[in-house]
């Protein structure tokens, strides 16, 4: 299968795509591993996306698509799970263009969708797992759940820390913010027939042992 998820970009620990992927059998493909690897690797499209992160500009969707083609092209035929691309209309224009010249057109985009109780849960679990501690090398970090604010790290002995940027509110608003963003893109795919949407409650795997479900159940 070829799929599109649509995905929150704030998760830390293992999202239910990940789960998806395996019960699939495909890659899962992230925007942000393909930039990774582009820059580790000194290639012409991590040397340029390199400049621009260290400029602080704007990624341009040209350079978007050039990494996502590259990929994609190896990726075509096996089948992926591509997270955390398109997140504009603009760019789902170009990706479908890309599979139809590929022949290899989506089978279905799923969307994981947080409300209510669900969001609560995913906003304490994450901000929990978002421990900084005052050593900045360490690399130790607490179990989901488990942050004790007033303890002191047993790897480093400094005591816990937390950013700003990884405190409830900041993250419910990253969240907020997320939703209005993708919605174009939730709609240029419910347009097409493609979109299909997947309440986040429980385990990540019980959310993948759901959208897998209802993935078989919309390529029937």
């Known amino acids: 299968m070829r799929v599109v998820i649509l995905e929150p970009t704030a998760w830390a620990w293992e999202t239910p795509g990940a789960s998806l ?3 699939l059998a495909v890659p899962r493909i992230t925007f942000g591993d393909l930039v990774r ?3 580790h690797k000194g290639t ?21 698509a ?7 092209c190896r990726a075509a035929d096996e089948g992926f799970l591509l997270a955390h691309h398109p997140f504009t209309a603009a760019q789902a224009l170009t990706l479908d263009e890309l599979l139809l010249e590929l022949g290899a057109p989506l089978d279905a985009v799923l969307s ?3 409300h209510g109780e669900g969001l609560e849960r995913h906003v304490r679990r994450e901000a929990a797992g978002r421990a900084r501690f005052g050593q900045p090398a360490c690399s130790h970090r ?15 002995g400094d005591d816990l820390r937390r950013r700003r940027a990884d405190e409830e ?3 419910r608003g990253h969240l907020g913010k997320y939703e209005v ?9 419910a347009e097409r027939g493609l979109l299909v949407t997947v309440d986040v409650v429980g385990t990540p795997e019980g959310t993948a042992d759901r959208a897998l479900t209802a993935l078989r159940q919309r390529i029937r």
């Open 44 to 64: 012409g499209l991590g040397l340029r996306t390199r400049q621009i992160l260290d400029s602080g500009g704007p990624f341009p969707d040209e350079l978007r």
């Open 37 to 39: 690897e582009h820059i």
């Open 112 to 114: 994981l969708r947080l």
């Open 181 to 189: 963003m993708v919605e174009p893109v939730t709609r240029h795919y």
């Open 66 to 72: 050039a990494i996502v083609r590259e990929r994609l």
């Open 169 to 171: 509110n900041t993250l």
């Open 142 to 156: 607490p179990a989901a759940g488990t942050l004790a604010a007033e303890s002191p790290c047993d790897v480093c």
């Open 21 to 23: 992927a395996r019960y």
